[in-house]
């Protein structure tokens, strides 16, 4: 099955560094990825939604100067955090779609990231 | 806004027995909606869809149901099994291609 790699799974940082998350697609290609965050008990919210070699869509309430997102390639997005606040502190999952195929349901999850702020 | 609502944050089962998980949603344009299984520091794994034209989906042990109407979906799990112990999201689609999900139930299945 189509795999989503993220890395790392795990980071834990001072306040103000900035931090950058990558989501691979390991065995297909992904035209489309996504960017969720999850806070203890709530719902995956999508942050953004990013195509390769294009800008970032942002969800209203996002700040794309603080969530950078990069997909320079068909298989790598990446999700920098810039100047963290624990305020930042979350899971952060990414989604990527199989170009191949056109369903709804062929959009596979990463691990996720695990984010402490410090 | 919240479009989708899991209003139940927790399900208790015991094993063999049936597991309803519900799911309601205020959009009516939604065209397809998806349940997804999450264990901890884990991504959600796809486990059933269903298109808003139809009613019922069927995979094996898990049913989804569509009351387009109520704006109401449910999954149904029978037998239950330990091994579902998890959190189940339900998502609906919508027609910019993203997927708006629920806060998630924890169904936990006792042997």
């Known amino acids: 099955g189509a795999v989503v790699s993220q890395h790392p799974s795990r980071v834990i940082c001072k306040s103000g560094t900035s931090v950058k998350i990558e989501c691979r697609s390991l065995d297909f290609q992904a035209t489309t990825m996504f960017w969720y965050r999850q806070f203890p008990k709530q719902s995956l919210m999508l942050m953004a939604t990013?195509?390769?070699?294009?800008?970032?869509?942002?969800e209203q309430g996002v700040e794309k100067d603080k969530f950078l997102i990069n997909h320079a390639s068909l298989t790598l997005s990446t999700l920098t955090v810039t100047s963290a606040h624990p305020e930042d502190s979350s899971f952060y999952i990414c989604s990527a779609r199989d170009r191949r195929k056109f369903s709804t349901d062929t959009q596979y999850f990463g691990p996720g990231t695990r984010l402490t702020v410090l | 806004d919240q479009q989708v609502k899991q209003n139940s944050p927790s399900l208790s089962v015991q094993e063999g027995r049936i597991s309803i998980l519900n799911c309601d949603y205020t959009n009516s344009m939604f065209d397809y909606f998806l349940w997804y299984k999450k264990y901890p520091a884990e991504g959600p794994t796809f486990l059933i869809s269903i298109s808003s034209i139809k009613d019922k989906n069927e995979d094996g042990r898990f049913t989804v149901f569509l009351n387009k109407s109520a704006k109401h979906l449910s999954l149904h799990i029978v037998p239950s099994q330990p091994g579902d112990s998890a959190v189940y999201f339900c998502?609906?689609?919508?027609?910019?291609?993203?997927?708006?999900f629920g806060q998630g139930t924890e169904l936990s299945v006792k042997p």
């Open positions: 990013s195509n390769e070699g294009s800008k970032a869509t942002y």
């Open positions: 998502a609906a689609h919508n027609q910019g291609g993203k997927l708006i």
